[in-house]
């Protein structure tokens, strides 16, 4: 009796030719799904290999295989032609858990505990939406990028390549990739470097983390910008390091209330030519102050040049890199601004001193991006088309900027204030400080529009409240759409 209804069982399984997954692989996690949920109970008798072919349109083969599997695991007992049974030794806490339905309001397990700076990592949150929405921080338009000559580069390096692409890679990276970059930073950003300087990592992030890896120790004070960018706290936090947000006014980061609140410093983390989130430009006489701090301290400075490429009033601006002569500051960048964040391309210009160091760490965590996309990205720097699209999108992206001021004042009015930037990919709109910047962004969020609040890029106290607005991804029309529905959310009760 127990085989005529496992065979009955078995004979109704569906499997679905079309799908991807090999017919017995579907028809191994069919019967092994019936063993665990008990429809299948233990020493039941299963159906030779032959009759459940037979029953099913399958070549035995095809049940060979399936049983063969559930042999190996230990979910069936005998032997293929002398009898296969369910096995009687199953873990009965598997049987159990797959069994019972769980009871309504049944204490669920503690969350699994972390350590001290696992739970403060865990906390930190990223402003970016997946998938994209308006208006995402961070987002280029991408599809003005121009794939095809991105993909005939591509097809030209994986046509032929070398031996040394396909089994490993310079961990400073691909040579004529840091020598096509050196020349760019000079002409473009006025970086003092020569090739050897440069190491390609894998996004801006990685960069971060190796700085904090080789010049931190726990304990140790970093000025960070106040407000500022939270990937910057988390590579550093991971180390251990003890951050001192710094106010951030009309000049740049505050040197000397910096030198008030950490005296004993080992790092500053800036965003000079661009501050991020405020989009502030350092002036001159505050760079020059922050680097002498620096040498009389014995600091060093990391300057994040996120999207620098974009100014629309006048050249880019020089960065401060190259006002260093004592070898204090690293220069980061990458290519997710100019590209798009998939390629997890970025670079740093170390100081000579620094640069064995930073190598040496880097061998231990990851050795190197994709070799031909290297190859690739140094022929589109070197054969022009990275200039010319930046040119372009400077150009789209002033208009974008001009339309999401528009759209603002014509459908928020005087409920945010909103000023037009010379550079930078996204606006801030303020709020008056009693104004819970939080709520509003979630009742955005349930309108599909991301507009994180400021009062998130606050380690202390905020010190104003507003709303962020990303436009380089966003299509005119869609700006005027996504606005029209913020001021929908903001006027929620």
């Known amino acids: 009796m127990v085989k005529r209804t496992t065979a009955a069982h078995l004979a109704t399984l569906a499997l679905d030719p079309d799908d991807s997954a090999p017919l017995y692989r579907q ?30 349109g399958l070549s035995r083969n095809t049940a060979v295989s399936a049983y063969e599997q559930l042999l190996t695991e230990g979910y069936l007992d005998g032997r293929i032609g002398a009898g296969s049974y369910v096995s009687t030794v199953l873990p009965e806490a598997l049987l159990h858990a797959r069994q019972s339905p769980p009871a309504s309001g049944r204490e669920r397990a503690p969350p699994p505990k972390l350590s001290r700076r696992g739970d403060m990592l865990a906390q930190l949150r990223s402003p970016q939406s997946l998938p994209p929405k308006p208006f995402s921080l961070g987002l280029p338009e991408l599809a ?28 400073s990276g691909y040579r004529p990739l840091r020598e096509a970059l050196a020349q760019y930073l000079g002409t473009a950003r006025a970086v003092s470097c020569d090739p050897g300087q440069i190491l390609i990592v894998s996004g801006a992030q990685q960069a971060m983390d190796l700085v904090a890896r080789a010049l931190i120790d726990p304990g140790d004070r970093v000025w960070v910008e106040e407000p500022g960018f939270s990937g910057t706290w988390g590579a550093l936090l991971a180390a251990g390091a003890r951050l001192t947000p710094v106010p951030v006014d009309e000049e740049g980061i505050d040197v000397t209330q910096g030198r008030k609140l950490a005296p004993d410093a080992r790092l500053i983390c800036v965003s000079p030519s661009h501050q ?50 004592d070898g204090r500051i690293i220069y980061v960048g990458s290519f997710s601004k100019v590209m798009f964040p998939g390629l997890r391309i970025g670079y740093m210009v170390a100081p000579p001193a620094l640069v064995e160091p930073f190598l040496a760490i880097r061998r231990l965590l990851d050795s190197h ?103 380089a991804g966003v299509s005119e029309r869609e700006i005027q759409r996504a606005t029209t529905r913020l001021a929908t959310a903001l006027t929620d009760d």
């Open 144 to 171: 003005a990028f121009p794939f095809e000559d991105w993909a005939r580069l591509l097809a030209r390096r994986w046509r032929r390549p070398p031996s040394e692409f396909l089994v490993g890679g310079d961990p």
């Open 369 to 471: 991006p994709s070799s031909v996309a290297q190859a690739a990205l140094a022929d589109l720097i070197a054969d022009g088309y990275l200039t010319s699209h930046i040119r372009r999108m400077r150009s789209l992206y002033a208009e974008r900027q001009t339309a999401l001021l528009k759209a603002v004042e014509t459908t928020l009015g005087d409920r945010l204030q909103i000023a037009p930037d010379d550079a930078g990919m996204h606006l801030v709109g303020y709020l008056p400080n009693e104004v819970d910047d939080a709520e509003l962004s979630h009742r955005a969020a349930e309108h599909d529009v991301v507009a994180p609040p400021l009062s998130a890029f606050y380690r202390g106290t905020p010190q104003r409240k507003g709303l962020l607005f990303g436009y």
């Open 276 to 325: 991020y989130p405020l989009g502030i430009t350092m002036t001159l006489r505050r760079r020059l102050e922050l680097l002498d701090w620096a040498r009389a301290a014995d600091a060093f400075v990391l300057e994040d040049d996120y999207d620098s490429e974009y100014r629309y009033a006048g050249r880019p601006l020089a960065a401060m890199q190259g006002l260093d002569d």
């Open 27 to 56: 028809l191994y996690f069919a019967i092994r799904e019936a063993i665990l949920a008990g429809r299948l109970q233990p020493g039941a008798r299963l159906p030779s290999t032959r009759t459940l072919a037979r029953d099913l």
